[in-house]
């Protein structure tokens, strides 16, 4: 398996415009996941789905996120109007559920979308 | 206050030197706690897990938790230029939903 893919690595735009990244989990996994990372808030989680349905999007800073999955096989995070703040890398991970309850699902990430917004 | 703690570092050891890397945290109820080895523009990646308290070993590498002290630990025993990253603790309630520390990043060198 390829493992995660996210596209595009690296994004510059100015503040105002529309980001739009995308993810694509490994097969047969189940859950989706869309986390940012910076320096100062270290890796947070966004949003995170299950079966193609957003279970919790508590971590979505505002309403210029959204994130969509219409399908098993990819899922968008959406910035608009984008900010300088919103400059961090954002990565996708995926997994499966475990199959016992004291073990872990181990989530596979992504290689990130470094986004800079000027 | 953040509900995981970590030291960014950098912490610097020759190799060969045994690394011993930490993280607290304040919610009780965690009771999945994980190690993320993430290279510089690499996503992380799962370097070993642990339910509930104890330790687990993986050749070089050990994880214990602490839960009467919050606390959390990865050892790295005869440390190569290769273990050179940044180390994330995560932990989490239940599944899927995980809470991650700021990293330390580590740099071994020859």
């Known amino acids: 398996d390829a493992g995660v893919i996210q596209s595009p690595r690296h994004e510059v735009t100015e503040m105002g415009q529309e980001v739009t990244l995308r993810c694509k989990p490994i097969s047969g996994h189940d859950y989706l996941f869309w986390y940012r990372q910076t320096m100062m808030r270290g890796l947070e989680l966004l949003i995170y789905?299950?079966?193609?349905?957003?279970?919790?999007d508590s971590g979505m800073p505002e309403d210029r996120f959204s994130a969509k999955m219409p399908n098993a096989s990819f899922s968008t995070l959406k910035i608009q109007p984008s900010e300088p703040r919103d400059s961090a890398v954002y990565f996708c991970?995926?997994?499966?559920?475990?199959?016992?309850?004291?073990?872990?699902?181990?989530?596979?990430f992504g290689p990130g979308t470094r986004l800079t917004v000027l | 206050q953040k509900e995981v703690e970590q030291d960014p570092g950098p912490l610097s050891v020759p190799e060969g030197a045994i690394v011993s890397l930490n993280c607290t945290y304040s919610n009780s109820a965690f009771q999945y706690f994980m190690w993320y080895r993430q290279y510089s523009r690499k996503g992380p990646e799962l370097l070993m897990y642990?339910?509930?308290?104890g330790n687990k070993e993986d050749g070089r590498f050990t994880a214990q938790v602490d839960k009467s002290s919050k606390y959390i630990s990865l050892f790295i025993r005869d440390s190569q230029p290769s273990d050179s990253a940044t180390y994330l603790c995560?932990?989490?309630?239940?599944?899927?939903?995980?809470?991650f520390g700021t990293g330390t990043r580590l740099l071994v060198s020859p």
């Open positions: 789905f299950n079966n193609n349905v957003p279970i919790d």
């Open positions: 995560a932990m989490s309630e239940g599944f899927q939903k995980l809470v």
């Open positions: 991970a995926s997994s499966a559920r475990p199959l016992k309850s004291t073990s872990t699902d181990t989530q596979y």
């Open positions: 642990t339910y509930s308290s």
